[in-house]
Each structure stands twice: as structure tokens, then as C-alpha cells.
């Protein structure tokens, strides 16, 4: 399975984006999947996952309210939209499966100015 993340960009604090996660491959549907993050110089997180039909999610508690994670199995894809950004949600964000399954994609990078 190739992941391939987009979306990403510069916003000012308080803004959104959506970023979206393209998969190849037949098993996209049949495995939950997450969103993760990177932020210098600190380890990866998991910031939100969703089970295979999307009747599931969870969400770190920093981003809680503000993110909602969704999928289209139809599509082989993957969504964040994310509210009400921070400076602290400056990353790298990646998607990958749930748990980690695949070769990490080149994530799409956000940065919120403060």
C-alpha cells in the first residue's frame, strides 16, 4: 500500500485545513487507519484514528473538538479537517494504518502561525 498525504500549508492560529490521504491498494477498507503528527525535534504521535467502517474514531486529547477524522472507503481515502489550529499543531502529518502497518508516505506539512 502507497500512502501519499496532502493538503497541508500556512495558516494563522484559529484557522483550518483538510488534509486527505490517498491509498493504493485493496485492503484500504478493511483496516482502521490513523493520522499522525511530527513536530522538531519530538517523537511521532498518533493525533486521530478511525476503524475500518468509520463507525469508530479516537482522538488524542490536544486535538479533541477541534479534529475530526473521517474516510471514504469508495475512494481509498482518508480525511482530517482540522478547527481551530494552534501554533502547538505545527508537524509533519502523516497518515498510515492503525496500528502503523505501512512504510510511512512523505506527510504533508502545517504550520499555524501564532
Known amino acids: 500500500v502507497q500512502l501519499v498525504e496532502s493538503g497541508g500549508g500556512l495558516v494563522q492560529a484559529g484557522g483550518s485545513l483538510r488534509l486527505s490521504c490517498a491509498a493504493s491498494?485493496?485492503?484500504?477498507?478493511?483496516?482502521?487507519m490513523g493520522w499522525y503528527r511530527q513536530a522538531p525535534g519530538k517523537q511521532r504521535e498518533l493525533v486521530a484514528a478511525i476503524a475500518s467502517g468509520g463507525g469508530t474514531t479516537h482522538y488524542a486529547d490536544s486535538v479533541k473538538g477541534r479534529f475530526t477524522i473521517s474516510r471514504d472507503n469508495a475512494k481509498n481515502t482518508m480525511y482530517l479537517q482540522m478547527n481551530s489550529l494552534k501554533p502547538e499543531d505545527t508537524a509533519v502529518y502523516y497518515c498510515?494504518?492503525?496500528?502503523?502497518?505501512?512504510?510511512w508516505g512523505q506527510g504533508t506539512q502545517v504550520t499555524v502561525s501564532s
Open positions: 491498494g485493496s485492503t484500504f477498507s478493511a483496516n482502521a
Open positions: 498510515n494504518g492503525y496500528p502503523i502497518r505501512h512504510y
